[in-house]
């Protein structure tokens, strides 16, 4: 598990192109971010626990994470190319029939 502590807030001064301190004499409605941050602990996945959508898969020496959704995007692909599929094979039995036809006669 991985721990971080952010320190050392600063905004950004569009007018002199520069980072400063957020304290009291500064602007406190501009956009502010940590400048500074301080992690204890390991990225060691095996003691974290991770959301039932992702699976961690492990090899040998290799390891990598499955999210077990499906987004617009890939469901409008799948949906794609499945119609592309179908589509030409309609039209290859399509085709052999009509051949098959034709030799007949």
Known sequence: MLNCEYTNPVYWDNESLMMYPVD???????NWAF????????????????PAYIEQIQNDDQNFF??????????LMIA????FFVGFSIMGIRD?????????L
């Open 66 to 75: 499955l999210q077990k959704t499906i987004s617009y995007g890939d469901f």
């Open 80 to 83: 794609f190319f499945i119609i």
């Open 35 to 50: 400048s500074k941050m301080n992690c204890q602990g390991s990225l060691d996945f095996s003691t974290s626990t991770l």
């Open 24 to 30: 009291s004499d500064t602007k406190k409605d501009t």
């Open 96 to 104: 052999f029939v009509k051949n098959r036809k034709l030799e007949r």
